[in-house]
């Protein structure tokens, strides 16, 4: 059986970043250069589903830009064997230090190939085993064969991607393409009483149409939207009348939160204050005392009051940046990845047992 046909380096890692696009779980492990190469030596050895050759991962520390260039099978062969003994001498031109063996196990191969289902697993060989046991999976492998290119390429990754990637990742990859790419005339806002209302295009839209179409669906029982900003200076919608049920008193110039959102569904309804973050303005502790004596006035006690900062990716700058000056007690919710919520909980048990009724009503 011939080995497979090589596509260099660089082209590999190029396909790499269309494969694996912005939102993929473990997009960077897949995605940097020695991901590429180590998939290229797994190629050129043939380590690849249903093969029966194998990787060790100190084979891609031996591989030179020289070796790399003899595509003869021949010459692939005998390196394939040459690699896996044991050498003391230096190897000139080697692409990687000896201890870099690690790295490429644990964070391109682990952590990323395998985590995504792209790299498959020898059986039968203990942990400590210094054997080979790493194989490139046969469907993935075949995206990068050289003939493969142009809008042919396209639909195999396409394919590929709706395939074998979980409804959970196309869905983040979707919406984080939808925020770079945010623009267009307008962002169209269905309200859970089925009006709408059009936004200014931008990711800051993008989050507060997600908030207001999927989070509260999916989360309250019976919502409604007592307040919608696009920024600090501009109301787009405002409930007047929902919110003198609630006893809420509607103030745009008290410096209200981005959504604010109330759910009726449970007895006592709960208000859900929400702070939208492209890039700056999450709920920090302060800005969550300022918010509850808003609710405070309005009769709320806090176990009523859900504070929320919604973000589009957790791996965005954005996130990255406001997550070590949020508030404790407030949820963190992310639009790419909408039936999962992390809560900074504070250790108040009245709090916890507010939010686990919310969960199950």
């Not at 998939?39 to 589903?49: D, L, N, T």
Request: with cysteine; aromatic share 8%.
């Amino acid at each position: 059986m011939s080995l497979p046909p090589l596509l260099p380096v660089k082209g590999i890692h190029a396909r790499l970043q269309d494969i694996f696009p912005e939102g993929s779980p473990n997009r960077s492990n897949c995605t940097w250069e020695i991901a590429a190469r180590t998939i290229f030596v797994m190629i050129y050895i043939g380590a690849v589903e249903g093969r029966d050759s194998w990787l060790r991962p100190d084979q891609v520390t031996r591989m030179t830009d020289g070796q790399a260039a003899r595509e003869s099978d021949a010459d692939r062969i005998a390196w394939a064997i040459e690699s896996l003994r044991s050498s003391k001498g230096e190897i000139a031109g080697r692409w990687y230090a000896v201890n870099t063996r690690e790295s490429i196990r644990d964070d391109t191969i682990r952590a990323g190939l395998i985590a995504n289902g792209v790299v498959v697993e020898r059986t039968g060989l203990a942990t400590t085993s210094p054997a080979p046991r790493y194989a490139l999976n046969r469907a993935f492998a075949g995206l990068f064969d050289p003939e493969l290119e142009g809008d042919a390429l396209k639909r195999a990754i396409a394919d590929w991607q709706r395939d074998h990637l979980s409804a959970g990742a196309l869905a983040r990859i979707a919406m984080v393409r939808k925020g770079a790419i945010a623009g267009g005339d307008h962002v169209l806002v269905r309200f859970p009483n089925g009006e709408t209302r059009r936004m200014a295009p931008g990711v800051s839209s993008l989050i507060s149409q997600a908030v207001i179409e999927v989070f509260a669906p999916l989360y309250l029982a019976n919502p409604g939207i007592v307040f919608l900003s696009e920024s600090r200076h501009k109301v787009v919608a405002r409930d007047d009348d929902l919110a003198k049920a609630i006893g809420l008193k509607i103030d745009a110039a008290r410096n209200l939160p981005d959504i604010v959102m109330v759910d009726l569904g449970p007895r006592d309804p709960l208000l859900f204050f929400v702070e939208v973050v492209a890039t700056d303005g999450p709920v920090t502790n302060a800005r969550k005392q300022a918010l509850l004596a808003v609710a405070t006035e309005a009769g709320f006690p806090a176990e009523h009051v859900v504070f929320m900062t919604a973000f589009l990716d957790r791996r965005k700058a954005a996130f990255k940046k406001a997550f070590d000056g949020l508030a404790w007690g407030a949820f963190v919710w992310l639009a790419s990845e909408p039936d999962k919520l992390i809560y900074l909980h504070d250790g108040t048990p009245e709090i916890v047992r507010t939010v686990a009724g919310w969960r199950s009503a």
